[in-house]
């Protein structure tokens, strides 16, 4: 599966921001789709996991309550709708597909997309 990221953006502290990852294949509907950000000088780090129906999400401890993913499987499509946004959110942010719901373990994600940058101002 192919991933494409987009919806990124300069925001002010408390904005909002939506991301978008569409996939392409007929098999998206599979897949466990998740969220991961990479700040400046540091490690690739989970935000959000959503199992294949859409049923089942996971969260980070510091987006919990700020950010909400979602998918719509007749789209292709995995969201990210961020809100309450902190300088500290300030990142590139990557989707990434497993076979499984795997929640936070980056290395089940066998694929991944190109990553979109969120700087958020103080």
């Known amino acids: 599966v192919q991933l494409q990221a987009s919806g990124g953006g300069l925001v002010q502290a408390g904005g909002s921001l939506r991301l978008s990852c569409a996939a392409s294949?007929?098999?998206?509907?599979?897949?466990?789709m998740g969220w991961f950000r990479q700040a400046p000088g540091k490690e690739r780090e989970f935000v959000a996991a959503i199992n294949w129906s859409g049923i089942t999400t996971s969260y980070a401890d510091s987006v919990k309550g700020r950010f909400t993913i979602s998918r719509d499987n007749a789209k292709n499509t995995v969201y990210l709708q961020m809100n309450s946004l902190k300088p500290e959110d300030t990142a590139v942010y990557y989707c990434?597909?497993?076979?499984?719901?795997?929640?936070?373990?980056?290395?089940?994600?066998?694929?991944w997309g190109q990553g979109t940058l969120v700087t958020v101002s103080s």
């Open positions: 294949g007929r098999t998206f509907s599979r897949y466990a």
């Open positions: 990434a597909a497993a076979r499984g719901f795997y929640e936070d373990l980056i290395d089940e994600y066998n694929w």
